[in-house]
């Protein structure tokens, strides 16, 4: 069973930079993989996905141009570099893995789903705090 943990959350000024990354067990191969978050005002978010496979990537609107997901095959290994971060970043944000095919990734469905949580396996969670 595919297990994930996150680490690198922390607290940060408007503008500063911070890097999460989420470690992936217990299995290998492609898969569509994200990022995501639950805000202050109880929204939960999709931030950022990427399909393993073929490194194609999809972005919330609200972070393209400042955060950069990716992943490293060898250290099976997925990061959010976020820069530029604003108030309105702050959350628990969350590692997701789920299954092999590509479908949950294609058009950034993932990101959209009304039930996100109802794929893949999750983490705990790693806080990120933007003061102003």
């Known amino acids: 069973q595919v297990q994930v943990m996150e680490s690198g959350g922390g607290s940060v000024e408007t503008g500063g930079s911070l890097s999460l990354s989420c470690e992936v067990s217990?299995?290998?191969?492609?898969?569509?993989m994200g990022w995501f978050r639950q805000t202050p005002e109880n929204v939960f978010e999709g931030v950022a996905i990427?399909?393993?496979?073929?490194?194609?990537?999809y972005y919330t609107e609200s972070v393209k141009g400042r955060f950069t997901i990716s992943h490293d095959t060898s250290k099976n290994t997925l990061y959010l570099a976020m820069n530029s971060l604003k108030p309105e970043d702050t959350g628990m944000y969350y590692c997701?893995?789920?299954?092999?095919?590509?479908?949950?990734?294609?058009?950034?469905?993932?990101?959209?789903?009304?039930?996100?949580?109802?794929?893949?396996?999750w983490g705990q969670g790693t806080q990120v705090t933007v003061s102003s």
């Open positions: 997701a893995a789920a299954g092999s095919t590509r479908a949950l990734c294609s058009g950034g469905f993932w990101l959209r789903a009304p039930v996100k949580r109802d794929y893949g396996s």
């Open positions: 990427i399909f393993t496979g073929d490194g194609d990537t």
């Open positions: 217990g299995g290998y191969g492609s898969r569509c």
